[in-house]
């Protein structure tokens, strides 16, 4: 079954405690991205990767970092997370033909 | 400007009766896509429909119909004969030359029983 997968689901933290947050496709996709979905802002990507080893910046990348050594792997790490990370994430994959983008199921993040 | 406006916040319904999502976009690019995503209050986001720039065609999947008007650059979604299950938040997205997905702010539908 096409799916994207995060791990974990439900992640509960404290400030300044380094967390990964995996995210894979099997789709073979060459795009991947993270969003961060808040009340009231909507969607707001991360970081993206056009492919393997090829990573930009979205629209909030400040306290994020992301690394795209295989291309079914996309890992959004947060090296010392602070309360106003709390959010739920989504990674999704995209493919460059048909551009169909998809999600994960989404993990939620509180940072206490 | 690239931009996706979902003027409608929430929207509350009646089940059975009709409801429109209107979705307004800007983009300076001649190629570029639409989506609409769906989600549910379990949370995850899924994909409902995709559709470029040069196809005007309308489209129809059961209950469900998208109206796509280049003109006025809208993308509305129609769900027919609503249910209860219909009820979630609906995101409209645009993909441009960018190669970045703009999603508007969603719109909460409530389908009361």
């Known amino acids: 079954e096409a799916q994207v997968t995060q791990n974990p689901r439900y992640l509960i933290t404290v400030t300044g405690k380094k967390l990964t947050v995996t995210c894979s496709q099997n789709?073979?996709?060459?795009?991947m991205s993270w969003y961060r979905q808040d009340p009231g802002l909507g969607l707001r990507q991360i970081y993206y990767?056009?492919?393997?080893?090829?990573?930009d910046k979205g629209d909030v990348p400040e306290g994020y970092k992301v690394s795209r050594k295989e291309k079914r792997n996309f890992p959004l790490i947060l090296e010392s997370p602070s309360p106003n990370q709390t959010s739920l994430y989504f990674c999704?994959?995209?493919?460059?033909?048909?551009?169909?983008?998809?999600f994960g199921p989404g993990t939620r993040l509180t940072v206490l | 400007a690239q931009k996706v406006t979902q003027a409608q916040t929430e929207i509350s319904v009646v089940e059975k009766e009709d409801v429109t999502l209107d979705c307004v976009y800007e983009?300076?690019?001649?190629?570029?896509?639409l989506f609409w995503y769906k989600q549910p209050p379990s949370g995850e986001l899924v994909f409902l429909i995709r559709?470029?720039?040069?196809?005007?065609q309308n489209e129809i999947s059961g209950r469900y119909s998208w109206n796509f008007q280049k003109s006025t650059s809208s993308f509305n979604f129609t769900i027919t004969a609503s249910q209860v299950v219909d009820s979630a938040v609906y995101f409209c997205?645009?993909?441009?030359?960018?190669?970045?997905?703009?999603f508007g702010k969603g719109t909460r539908l409530h389908i009361l029983p």
């Open positions: 999704a994959s995209r493919g460059l033909v048909y551009n169909e983008q998809f």
């Open positions: 789709m073979n996709h060459e795009y």
């Open positions: 990767s056009m492919n393997v080893e090829v990573t």
């Open positions: 983009t300076r690019d001649t190629t570029y896509y």
């Open positions: 559709r470029n720039s040069f196809d005007e």
């Open positions: 997205a645009l993909l441009n030359r960018d190669d970045k997905i703009i």
